[in-house]
């Protein structure tokens, strides 16, 4: 059975690239810009609280980029690392929290801490 060869473009590699470039310049323009007050204006139009309007703020940008990285057909631990690198951006914006990255880690170390330990131990089949 031959192997396929990959031609064109990596939609995944684009993506990933135009992400960063997005969130250089969505962190380092954050004072400029105003975006540490839009969670507070978000929820005063939602009737929320600000922590409650960046919360959906963030939710919704970190739908955008996973639904990029679904799109690219990326694999799973790529994207979940894109996500967290997005959370991040989002906390330094001081849009979210910072436990809410804590919370996540704890999350997926538990969804991916059996698998690792199987794959180091030698108790289970690698994927």
Known sequence: MEAKKRTGMNYGLMALMGLVGVLAFGTMAASAAGLTDLPGQFGAVLGVSADAGGILLSASVMVAVGLVMAVA?????????????????????????????????????????????????GGGAQD
């Open 73 to 121: 057909k990326q694999p799973l631990v790529p994207t979940i690392i894109i996500l967290v690198a997005v959370m991040c951006a989002l906390t330094a914006i001081g849009w979210i929290e910072y436990w809410l990255i804590v919370l996540t880690a704890i999350v997926f170390a538990a969804m991916f801490g059996k698998r690792m330990a199987d794959v180091y131990t």
